[in-house]
């Protein structure tokens, strides 16, 4: 079938120990699943009831870091890093019995967040989309094979900016672990092989500059630095 334009080329990541890459398919991320980053953010009580979710475009992936440019449009670029889980089946109504079944593997990233556009639009009731679906919004660090290295449950997650920790917590400390996320994510939408989530931040989300150098790691699964530019 011919199409009136060349389409774009597939968003992918690098799998490490492997010449083939990871095409991606969505972006679906998690709000407010450690409960120290929610009452930064102001919320008064945690609650399991409801898990948050939003999404970014597939093509806001920044593969392995690099430089990712200042987004126009804000003065407070916040970093928040989280491990990333991408999956290589999907479904609707998973069992979460099965839901790991889904994952191919894990790696890193940052959910780049325009903050002074978010809180805003929160203040006025409105939907904070621009605020976290811009372009490059999401880098991510090559992934890691689950046949490799199985399914962490504890592992450090943390963000260094400049050499200074910004971020520091144990993935343990999920308000909603992996197979919940996915379970859930599975009663809204058919998941697909190519979808990557986004699993929440820690506490100590904060303001990103141009020429700032990020490390973010994800202990024994994955590595990703850049800069902002």
């Not at 699943?33 to 102001?42: I, L, T, V």
């Amino acid at each position: 079938m011919p199409f009136l334009f060349d389409p774009p080329p597939v968003p992918s990541l690098p799998i490490r120990g492997s010449d083939v890459r990871f095409p991606v398919h969505r972006i679906y991320c998690i709000g407010r699943n450690y409960a120290e980053h929610a009452k930064e953010m102001g919320a008064q009580t945690v609650s399991r009831a409801n898990p948050v979710f939003f999404m970014k475009p597939s093509d806001a992936i920044v593969p392995e870091g690099g430089d990712v440019p200042y987004p126009p449009a804000t003065h407070e670029l916040h970093h928040e890093v989280e491990m990333v889980v991408a999956l290589a089946n999907g479904g609707r109504d998973i069992d979460p019995a099965r839901t790991l079944d889904c994952v191919f593997g894990y790696g890193v990233g940052l959910d780049l967040t325009r903050r002074d556009l978010q809180a805003a639009l929160k203040a006025r009731g409105l939907p904070w989309d621009v605020a976290k679906g811009f372009d490059a919004s999401a880098p991510v660090s090559a992934l890691r094979a689950a046949s490799e290295i199985g399914h962490p449950s504890r592992a450090r997650l943390s963000l260094h900016v400049n050499g200074a920790t910004r971020q520091d917590t144990d993935i343990a400390d999920m308000i909603f672990p992996v197979p919940e996320i996915i379970a859930e994510l599975s009663k809204l939408f058919e998941l697909k092989p190519g979808d990557l989530i986004f699993t929440g931040t820690p506490a100590g989300v904060g303001p990103l500059q141009r020429g700032d150098r990020f490390r973010a790691e994800l202990q024994d699964v994955a590595i990703l630095e850049g800069r902002i530019s």
